[in-house]
């Protein structure tokens, strides 16, 4: 009878690390979600307004070509970073990651994201990690 309640508790135990493992793996991929979602925001929100000032810009007739070659040029950007960080499996995967590496990635998305700070007044070529996005 011991043996068996010892089995029944053991189960249990098993049981209740298991959902509590769960649990802090749905956290994570929560608390990894807003992060990856944040920076997308916040360089959409830096790309919107940039192209907010281009439009602005281009009501003389002059620059109103080189203003389209900008805007062209940011919207190129904003479709990479978008499919960059579109991928729910990378961030399932950055969850379950030793906490070392993890934080290794967070540094890494850090790196991508300032890749994308660039000078809109260089139209030709924006370097975004591995892609070049480029407008002729």
Not at 27 to 54: G, N
Not at 70 to 81: E, F, G, Y
Not at 107 to 124: A, I, P, R, S
Request: with cysteine; hydrophobic share 30%.
């Amino acid at each position: 009878i011991n043996a068996i309640e010892g089995k029944h508790t053991l189960i249990e135990k098993m049981q209740y690390r298991s959902e509590e493992r769960e649990s802090i793996i749905e956290q994570s991929i929560t608390d990894a979600t807003s992060h990856f979602t944040c920076v997308v925001e916040d360089r959409v929100k830096y790309f919107t307004e940039k192209m907010e000032e281009v439009n602005k810009q281009s009501k003389d007739i002059a620059h109103t070509r080189k203003a389209l070659k900008k805007r062209d040029t940011l919207i190129s950007a904003l479709q990479v970073l978008c499919k960059n960080y579109s991928d729910q499996g990378d961030i399932n995967s950055f969850v379950r990651t030793p906490p070392l590496s993890r934080a290794n990635s967070s540094q890494n998305l850090h790196d991508e994201e300032q890749k994308y700070d660039f000078d809109y007044e260089e139209v030709g070529e924006i370097k975004v990690g591995v892609e070049d996005v480029k407008r002729k």
